[in-house]
């Protein structure tokens, strides 16, 4: 796997910020589940290793990633805490929409420094008003809200440059809105996904984001851009979306060690070793084949993005392939629980954890595996199918 960050010193340090986060949150991991959000310490830990910066374009001075740098790091935090790997995704992963902005706009939340949400769920309500337009709307599962300073929240709108409705994201702050934390999930309890609610807050044309436009080019409409930046080099949409298959490969991977680990040393009443029984051994060979099928369909996946390079790309191809990743990342950590038997389910068990996160982000709208792999069969047969990614 070629890697393109600037030298190995440098892919190393990526490397070891992500596990400074991913095992600070796993000692917190119960105090979280409980709470249904992560702490501020693991925040703060975020913010202090700049990972919100890390794919930023290199005009702000942070080495911004590669593809396959910036996975492993989501990997690695996964492998030891789901939650923390969620908000590790999105707090870089925002910043690279933020990269489409006006460069005065982009500059100031770049330069704030603060962490980015989103929830481009269409919801919310645009009326013009002089000068710009208000937005309103109530938006659920809105995932670190709790320490993030600024939003994207989603709407449809009408151009005059375009006959049809677009859908639209629109830059807020967080302190002009209300958070009402509600999150009360099975799994990704530490994700603090908890619902805004937006009240004819005023924002000016440069603070929405056409994903029209963004979609048809990738690249933004000013002259002067880094031309090398990997999210102006990658269809849009995929790229956005290949952090929920990294974490769920990092999260299978780790359920897969806790079931070797227990497996070979439980003793069945009879007195014979699991490690023995056929059965485990069949489950352990089974599993194991389905975590490389994932690894390798992620790798093509990052492949697939540097060959497109920001051109047409088929859409639908990409969702069926995260949805069938993150399917087999979810059944690695099922089956394990179901192997394991009953003291696997016992809350703060690491297969039960990983087993409810795994779940939870399966059920993310992008990881659907029937919509992924039904709109991919339509592709294939040429019926038109408008998946982005």
Not at 14 to 25: F, S
Not at 30 to 40: G, N, R
Not at 132 to 157: E, K, L, P, Q, R
Request: aromatic share 10%.
């Amino acid at each position: 796997m070629e890697l393109l960050v600037d030298n190995k010193i440098l892919y190393d340090e990526i490397i070891e910020k992500a596990k400074r986060i991913g095992q600070a949150a796993e000692l917190e991991a119960a105090q979280a589940d409980k709470d249904a959000t992560i702490s501020e310490n693991i925040a703060n830990i975020i913010r202090e290793e700049q990972i919100n910066r890390l794919i930023l374009p290199k005009e702000y001075g942070y080495p911004q990633l590669d593809w396959h740098s910036y996975v492993d790091m989501i990997k690695t935090v996964s492998y030891h805490n789901l939650s923390a790997g969620w908000l590790t995704t999105f707090f870089s992963l925002h910043n690279a929409w933020v990269s489409y902005l006006p460069k005065p706009l982009r500059d100031e939340v770049v330069n704030q420094g603060g962490f980015v949400a989103d929830v481009f769920a269409p919801v919310g309500k645009v009326e013009k008003t002089e000068g710009g337009y208000y937005v309103s709307g109530t938006y659920h599962f809105v995932s670190g809200i709790n320490y993030c300073d600024w939003v994207g929240v989603g709407a449809f709108m009408k151009f005059d440059d375009s006959d049809k409705t677009e859908r639209v994201g629109i830059l807020l702050k967080v302190s002009d809105l209300e958070i009402v934390k509600n999150w009360d999930s099975l799994g990704l309890r530490g994700s603090g996904s908890n619902t805004l609610i937006v009240d004819k807050v005023f924002v000016k044309p440069e603070a929405i984001l056409r994903f029209s436009k963004m979609i048809e080019c990738p690249q933004p409409p000013e002259k002067d851009f880094d031309q090398d930046y990997l999210y102006y080099n990658t269809p849009f949409y995929p790229g956005f979306y290949v952090g929920f298959a990294a974490m769920a490969v990092g999260g299978a991977e780790r359920v897969l060690a806790e079931f070797e680990k227990h497996t070979a040393g439980r003793v069945r009443f009879s007195g014979v070793a699991e490690k023995d029984s056929p059965t485990s051994q069949r489950v352990l060979a089974e599993l194991s084949l389905e975590m490389e099928q994932a690894r390798l369909l992620l790798n093509r996946y990052i492949e697939m993005m540097e060959e497109d390079k920001g051109g047409p790309y088929e859409g639908a191809k990409y969702k069926a392939i995260r949805a069938s990743m993150i399917d087999k990342c979810v059944h690695i950590g099922v089956k394990s629980l179901l192997t394991l038997g009953g003291h696997a389910l016992l809350k703060g068990h690491p297969v039960e954890l990983f087993t409810r996160d795994l779940l939870a982000v399966g059920t993310h709208i992008t990881s659907l595996y029937e919509d992924g792999i039904h709109g991919y069969g339509r592709h294939l047969f040429g019926i038109q199918t408008n998946i982005q990614g």
